[in-house]
Each structure stands twice: as structure tokens, then as C-alpha cells.
């Protein structure tokens, strides 16, 4: 496992890794933590319409939720181990 710090993580997330299947761990707003197998760009279950602001700038990264079949955020600020591209990375501050 590799040890990363939030900033390159991000860029981890935002920039290295496209439309491949990745899996994320990070604490929800609730306290609960989620791992979440997910992927970005996904437009197959869009209903319209686009966010109101850039997501990345408020450190959310938006996914699709492959087991619940729906759209979510991470919110990078709490995100604790990336799995993806067969490397492990655990996130320090």
C-alpha cells in the first residue's frame, strides 16, 4: 500500500483515473464509513440537466455507484484508501 496525501490524491482521482472501475473509501456526512466501487464519466442513467456548481472545487468528486446503480459524491476531505490501476493507496493529511 502506498501512503499519498489528500493533494495528490485528488489529482489521482481527477486526472489519472478516467472511466475505469475504481473503489473508493471514505466517511459519509452521516460519520459512516463506505467503501464504493464506482466510475466517473458515466451518461447512461443521466436524467439532464448539469450541477449548479464545479464539484471539484468544493473537493467532490461525482461517481456512479456501481452496485446501487446511481450517482454519488466523495467528498475528497474525507476519503481514506483508493484502490485503482492495481495499486493500493492509503490517504494521510
Given at each position: 500500500m502506498?501512503?499519498?496525501d489528500r493533494k495528490l490524491a485528488k489529482e489521482?482521482?481527477?486526472k489519472l483515473i478516467d472511466s475505469e472501475i475504481f473503489t473508493a473509501t471514505f466517511i459519509k456526512k452521516?460519520?459512516?464509513?463506505?467503501?464504493?466501487?464506482?466510475?466517473?464519466?458515466?451518461?447512461?442513467h443521466l436524467a439532464g440537466g448539469k450541477l449548479k456548481?464545479?464539484?471539484i472545487e468544493r473537493n467532490l468528486?461525482?461517481?456512479?455507484?456501481?452496485q446501487k446503480q446511481a450517482y454519488r459524491m466523495i467528498n475528497i476531505e474525507t476519503l481514506?484508501?483508493?484502490k485503482a490501476r492495481g495499486k493500493e493507496?492509503?490517504?494521510t493529511d
Open positions: 502506498l501512503n499519498i489521482l482521482l481527477v452521516s460519520g459512516e464509513l463506505r467503501t464504493m466501487n464506482c466510475r466517473k464519466h458515466v451518461k447512461k456548481y464545479n464539484a468528486l461525482p461517481v456512479f455507484d456501481m481514506q484508501n483508493i493507496y492509503s490517504i
